[in-house]
């Protein structure tokens, strides 16, 4: 499927770029679905050895990409492959272990609120990034103080979610910039750990929530309204955006909305997760593509705002539909919940795709998005040559916004 738009629509950023602005890899959520950015990525590393994504953006399940890329201190190409061979390999077991009910309910009935309350443990996913990330003992990612030393990148962003204040926090290793403050978002400096990895990734109710200094952080996505955001402030001036959510005809929307069917639980948690951690980044991009219909017609005496090009990669299939083709075992209180709903039966299997951590699934993701990849080759080597255009003094050429 080569359904695609291009557009003359940049985005407007918020300040001056700076000198040789930069481009971004800008990764959202999805949990499982993050095999297909992998995917993407793969195909982008062998054809574009010499590509340069000097910043990188991540959150929820994209954290894990993201800290994966920034901290490996090889090439691209082999960050890229390294990348991938580990979502080949990885299993159920590397990143959850059901909790029983037995455990929850006496959690419950001692009355204090604590991790062992959640669906979920993701104590093997913090054992498998460490096996796999350079770290030290405290879980700091060394690899990317080296990587921002040798100039293979400029900036790490990783954002995660405040329980108590509500706030979107973004943290930021490296780039020349200062913390920023926005409504319900802040953007902070640190050093990055395995700590802000598991946070963005922490699903409320079904990932244990994780203490970064003296607050609880979750899900980066929770109340992230502008994903595209954190690139910009690193002072990226194009950016590379890979999403997981597929873009349905009016046709394909036609059909699944005729089901005679009462909503499920497990179908409007797959909804209420749409909203949460993929809807949000296509409804950002669309502001931006507003703000460059707006910058553009300034005379260039009077810009203020500088145009932020932009590149979204989609899934070319449903990727939560695929899910309903596999079974899943995961026990504990989560398998008897799965068992007690015909989940089967569900028009929308998206909230079981971001758990799918299946060999045979992610695999087949894992071809998608290097397929979908291939398909948008021109398009993608159109991106990157404008980094060499602009190092040349050449004027931007527009943007281009493309559905896999």
């Given at each position: 499927?080569?359904?695609?738009?291009?557009?003359?629509?940049?985005?407007?950023?918020?300040?001056?770029?700076?000198?040789g602005?930069?481009?971004?890899?800008?990764?959202?959520?999805?949990?499982?679905?993050?095999?297909y950015?992998?995917?993407?990525?793969?195909?982008?590393?062998?054809?574009f050895?010499?590509?340069?994504?000097?910043?990188?953006?991540?959150?929820?399940?994209?954290?894990?990409?993201a800290?994966?890329l920034?901290?490996?201190?090889?090439?691209?190409?082999s960050r890229?492959?390294?990348?991938?061979?580990?979502?080949?390999?990885?299993?159920?077991?590397?990143?959850f272990?059901?909790?029983?009910l037995w455990?929850?309910?006496?959690?419950?009935?001692?009355?204090?609120?604590?991790?062992?309350?959640?669906?979920?443990?993701?104590?093997?996913?913090?054992?498998?990034?460490?096996?796999r990330?350079p770290?030290?003992?405290?879980?700091?990612?060394?690899?990317v103080?080296?990587?921002?030393?040798?100039?293979?990148?400029?900036?790490?962003?990783?954002?995660?979610?405040?329980?108590a204040?509500l706030q979107?926090?973004?943290?930021?290793?490296?780039?020349s910039?200062t913390d920023?403050?926005?409504?319900?978002?802040?953007g902070?400096?640190?050093?990055?750990?395995?700590?802000?990895?598991?946070?963005?990734?922490?699903?409320?109710?079904v990932?244990?929530?994780v203490?970064?200094?003296?607050?609880?952080?979750?899900?980066g996505g929770?109340?992230?309204?502008?994903?595209?955001?954190?690139?910009?402030h690193?002072g990226?001036?194009?950016?590379?955006?890979?999403?997981?959510?597929?873009?349905?005809?009016?046709?394909?929307?036609?059909?699944?909305?005729r089901?005679?069917?009462y909503?499920?639980?497990?179908?409007?948690?797959?909804?209420?997760?749409?909203?949460?951690?993929?809807?949000?980044?296509?409804?950002?991009?669309?502001?931006?593509r507003?703000?460059?219909?707006l910058?553009?017609?300034?005379?260039d005496?009077?810009?203020?705002?500088?145009?932020?090009?932009l590149?979204?990669?989609?899934?070319?299939?449903d990727?939560?539909?695929l899910?309903?083709?596999?079974?899943?075992?995961?026990?504990?209180?989560?398998?008897?919940?799965?068992?007690?709903?015909q989940?089967?039966?569900d028009?929308?299997?998206d909230?079981?795709?971001?758990?799918?951590?299946k060999p045979?699934?992610?695999?087949?993701?894992l071809?998608?998005?290097?397929?979908?990849a291939k398909?948008?080759?021109?398009r993608?080597?159109?991106?990157?040559?404008?980094?060499?255009?602009a190092?040349?003094?050449?004027?931007h050429?527009?943007?281009?916004?493309?559905r896999?």
């Amino acid at each position: 499927m080569t359904d695609s738009r291009s557009s003359n629509e940049t985005a407007g950023g918020n300040e001056t770029a700076p000198a040789g602005a930069r481009a971004a890899l800008v990764l959202g959520g999805g949990g499982a679905r993050a095999a297909y950015q992998t995917g993407v990525l793969c195909y982008v590393g062998e054809s574009f050895p010499e590509a340069s994504i000097p910043l990188m953006t991540g959150v929820s399940a994209g954290s894990i990409n993201a800290a994966h890329l920034a901290a490996n201190p090889s090439s691209w190409p082999s960050r890229t492959a390294d990348l991938t061979s580990y979502w080949s390999e990885l299993t159920m077991g590397d990143v959850f272990a059901p909790r029983s009910l037995w455990t929850m309910a006496r959690s419950f009935v001692q009355g204090t609120p604590s991790e062992k309350q959640t669906l979920l443990d993701t104590a093997p996913l913090r054992r498998y990034l460490d096996q796999r990330l350079p770290t030290d003992a405290n879980g700091t990612l060394t690899g990317v103080a080296e990587n921002l030393e040798a100039g293979r990148l400029d900036g790490l962003a990783i954002s995660t979610s405040n329980y108590a204040t509500l706030q979107t926090v973004t943290w930021i290793q490296g780039c020349s910039m200062t913390d920023w403050e926005r409504p319900n978002r802040l953007g902070r400096r640190t050093t990055l750990s395995l700590d802000h990895v598991m946070a963005s990734t922490a699903l409320p109710m079904v990932f244990p929530a994780v203490r970064l200094g003296d607050a609880w952080y979750g899900d980066g996505g929770l109340r992230m309204l502008d994903p595209l955001a954190p690139a910009i402030h690193m002072g990226a001036d194009r950016l590379f955006v890979i999403s997981t959510r597929y873009e349905r005809s009016r046709a394909e929307a036609t059909r699944a909305g005729r089901t005679a069917a009462y909503p499920s639980l497990f179908q409007m948690a797959g909804i209420l997760a749409n909203v949460l951690l993929l809807d949000v980044l296509e409804h950002d991009a669309a502001v931006l593509r507003r703000i460059n219909r707006l910058v553009r017609r300034l005379e260039d005496g009077h810009r203020r705002l500088r145009p932020i090009d932009l590149l979204i990669l989609r899934p070319s299939v449903d990727l939560g539909a695929l899910a309903r083709d596999y079974e899943v075992d995961i026990g504990g209180a989560m398998g008897t919940l799965l068992s007690a709903v015909q989940w089967q039966d569900d028009p929308q299997s998206d909230w079981l795709s971001m758990l799918l951590f299946k060999p045979a699934y992610l695999q087949r993701l894992l071809e998608i998005g290097y397929n979908d990849a291939k398909r948008q080759h021109p398009r993608i080597e159109a991106f990157f040559a404008r980094d060499s255009m602009a190092g040349n003094g050449q004027p931007h050429p527009s943007s281009v916004s493309v559905r896999s």
